[in-house]
């Protein structure tokens, strides 16, 4: 049973950090691209950032350019999202997926709620 369980989420102040984590299990985590979306309140999920299954290509939205980076660690079968510089705008739950570099297998967290208060 494939399970991506997203933790590190909360509220906090503009311009403060987060940073979210993603941990995998029931997929072989290395085969697995991984990426970050989210869903504010009233609008439709869209792309946050990725990581390759390598390691060694990631790619992200413009909104978030220079202040988030993923990464992961193998060893812990973990994707993680790093958030610094946060904005009102950052606020709504996000969420892990993970899709297959060859299988093109689709799979999706639960979500985690990230607020920035003003």
């Known amino acids: 049973q494939v399970q991506l369980v997203e933790s590190g989420g909360g509220l906090v102040q503009a311009g403060g950090s987060l940073r979210l984590s993603c941990a995998a299990s029931g997929i072989i985590f290395s085969n697995y691209i991984m990426g970050w979306f989210r869903q504010a309140p009233g609008k439709e999920r869209e792309f946050v950032a990725r990581?390759?299954?390598?390691?060694?290509?990631?790619y992200y939205a413009d909104s978030v350019k220079g202040r988030f980076t993923v990464s992961r660690d193998y060893a812990k079968n973990t994707a993680y999202l790093q958030m610094k510089s946060l904005k009102p705008e950052d606020t709504a739950v996000y969420y892990c997926n993970a899709v297959g570099t060859w299988s093109r297998q689709n799979y999706w967290g639960q979500g985690t709620q990230v607020t920035v208060d003003e």
């Open positions: 990581i390759l299954w390598s390691g060694d290509g990631t």
